[in-house]
């Protein structure tokens, strides 16, 4: 089955992402800005037949209308903390194999509809020996931060999936504005900061408000990095911005 998560950045969608492909699903994550339209779009595409939404999100999920979609169940207050209350705190994994598609991530539709790009489990254990192993060096005493969505692949990685791999921390924020973002660096001593480079460059102009010494790695997605952007942060902060792009793909 194909499993569609709708919500912000919190701890459940988190659980459900780890529990779904645990249960040998595949998982269709998506930003919580999308329309019931959209939504309909990606459930059609990848033939979902399950649901999971955060209750906040319930009024566009509810609009939803597709022949796939065969169960909704939503949380926070809702019918999934019900179900668990009883259930074994021990669940035994079915055997999916490396080449198994993991996930569905959808692109972002400038170009006609939405593609899909299928990612393999031995994908999300090779991202992790990649990118942040030679460009972050994380520790179990980083603690991860940021802006982007988990349905989408730049926050997916940055907020889940590096910290969980190296043992690390994360702080998730389901309304990341500049300022919750360095209040947040500042209180919480973050270390490894995800966002894209509109915010990086906001973030620039307020620095000199908050303490962000414990700040050491920076990462940007989600848009071309700006070299005045780059250069801004740098000469404000000494840190060299790490630019990533075309996750999905």
């Known amino acids: ?10 701890p459940m969608m988190v659980a459900c ?3 779904v492909l645990k249960v040998g699903g595949i998982v269709v994550a998506t930003m ?3 329309r019931a339209k959209e939504i309909t779009t990606i459930i059609d595409c990848a033939e979902i037949s399950h649901a999971f939404c955060d209750s906040d999100l319930a009024e566009e999920m509810n609009l939803v ?6 169960h909704i169940c939503f949380y926070r207050n809702s019918d999934l903390e019900k179900l668990i209350e009883n259930k074994p705190k021990t669940f035994v994994n079915y055997p999916s194999k490396s080449n198994d598609v993991a996930l569905i991530g959808f692109t972002s539709g400038t170009t006609g509809l939405p593609k899909m790009t299928a990612h393999y489990h031995k994908d999300i254990l090779n991202i992790c020996e990649a990118f942040p192993n030679y460009s972050l060096q994380p520790t179990e005493n980083d603690i991860f931060i940021g802006s982007p969505p988990i349905g989408f692949t730049f926050g997916l990685g940055g907020l889940v ?7 690390a921390s994360t702080f998730l924020i389901e309304k990341p504005s500049p300022d919750v973002l360095l209040q947040a660096i500042q209180d919480y ?6 966002t894209a480079p509109t915010a990086w460059r906001v973030i620039t102009t307020k620095i000199q408000d908050y303490n962000i010494s414990s700040l050491r790695k920076c990462v940007s997605a989600g ?4 070299l005045k952007v780059w250069q801004d942060w740098f000469d404000a902060t000494g840190l060299k911005i790490i630019d990533g792009i075309g996750a999905t793909e």
């Open 1 to 10: 089955n194909r499993v569609l998560l709708r919500s912000a950045n919190n």
């Open 223 to 226: 848009e071309t990095l700006p």
């Open 161 to 167: 999936l590096f910290p969980m791999y190296f043992g």
């Open 17 to 19: 992402w780890f529990a």
């Open 189 to 194: 001593k973050i270390t490894i900061c995800f």
């Open 65 to 70: 209308t597709s022949d796939f979609l065969k």
């Open 32 to 34: 919580p800005l999308l």
